[in-house]
């Protein structure tokens, strides 16, 4: 696939010190993010859920051997990595519905 890895700064710093102190936890971490990149998006491993504190909806990944879930956003050539979680996420589909936007048709 080939997209460019855009890693938040929030997200940078939970994913450091997340896996402080936990080679394999990190490595599995390094590896999911590079799948990230390299697979067609979402994969059938990803789920849709809210980034927090529920704004807007993103995609979300758990990382292999470990209780760590990647939520991420994508377009046709970036994949931006907006957090890294201990806390498993909620499935889109059991959530409430959202407002529509503003001016949106209903």
Known sequence: MGRIFVLKEVAQ?????????????????????????????????????????????????????GNLWVLFEFDETRVFVRAVSPNPPVPA??????DPEPGAAG
């Open 13 to 65: 710093r939970l994913a450091s010190r997340l896996t402080a102190g936990q080679p394999v936890q990190r490595q599995a971490l390094g590896r999911t993010l590079r799948r990230l990149v390299e697979q067609p998006l979402p994969g059938p491993q990803d789920m849709e859920t809210l980034l927090p504190p529920g704004s807007s909806r993103c995609w979300v990944r758990r990382v292999e051997g």
């Open 93 to 98: 589909e059991d959530l409430p519905p959202s």
